[in-house]
């Protein structure tokens, strides 16, 4: 049971260059975030998905996309990287009910140049 | 609409010495609530957390918070800090929204330090 898992662990890249950031849950969690953390701004939702095949923006969600094509994986994209997208980023999950406990995976750290 | 403000974006206690990390939220219904750890270069994990009944909820390593409706607060304490306790703290409400999306808000995070 590895629980929430993020690839890759460290990126850098120049302005303008794309990626994609890979989340995978094993809890059958129906819900997944994907969050930002930067200095002195805690925790920023950027998109979430409330079930296999279905997204929605959260709070940042300009400059990124999502895809939850299997209920277990959630893609974060990066269609031209900026600089103010250099951040730490977590993937989470959690099941239905409003007092589940959110399950956080590992980061990875992003410097866009 | 809820909030979590953390007051104290930064605490330094001396170890043996007690940690009081402080909380105060605001939602339209009862909230669920949370507090979770980041140790360096980590993903948070859960501390504790309060959703019905006992409003004195005990976590792990020995940290407690107890749920004061009146004063719309959910502080964190431990008796006595260690060493191991040096990370940033994380407060959080979960509720219900139109729509059944169940929203998370975190709040910006205390870093404490522990002092030898």
């Known amino acids: 049971n590895a629980g929430v898992t993020q690839t890759p662990k460290f990126r850098v890249l120049k302005t303008g260059q794309s990626m994609t950031l890979l989340c995978a849950q094993d809890m059958n969690h129906e819900y997944m975030y994907w969050y930002r953390q930067d200095p002195g701004m805690g925790l920023r939702l950027i998109h979430y998905s409330v079930g296999e095949g279905t997204t929605a923006k959260g709070e940042v969600p300009d400059g990124y996309n999502v895809s939850r094509l299997k209920k277990q994986n959630f893609l974060l994209g990066l269609e031209s990287a900026a600089p103010s997208q250099t951040s730490v980023y977590f993937c989470a999950s959690k099941g239905k009910q409003t007092q589940e406990t959110q399950y956080f995976g590992p980061g990875t750290r992003l410097l866009v140049l | 609409a809820q909030s979590v403000t953390q007051l104290g974006s930064h605490v330094s206690v001396s170890e043996g010495a007690l940690v009081l990390l402080r909380c105060n939220y605001s939602s339209s219904v009862p909230p669920y609530l949370f507090w979770y750890v980041q140790y360096p270069n980590q993903g948070l994990q859960l501390l504790l957390k309060?959703?019905?009944?006992?409003?004195l909820v005990k976590g792990i390593n020995g940290f407690e918070a107890e749920f004061k409706k009146s004063e719309t607060s959910f502080h964190l304490t431990k008796p006595s800090a260690h060493m191991s306790d040096a990370a940033e703290y994380f407060c959080?409400?979960?509720?219900?929204?139109?729509?059944?999306?169940?929203?998370?808000?975190f709040g910006t995070g205390t870093k404490l330090q522990v002092i030898p």
């Open positions: 959080a409400v979960s509720e219900s929204s139109l729509g059944g999306y169940q929203k998370v808000t």
């Open positions: 309060y959703t019905t009944g006992a409003t």
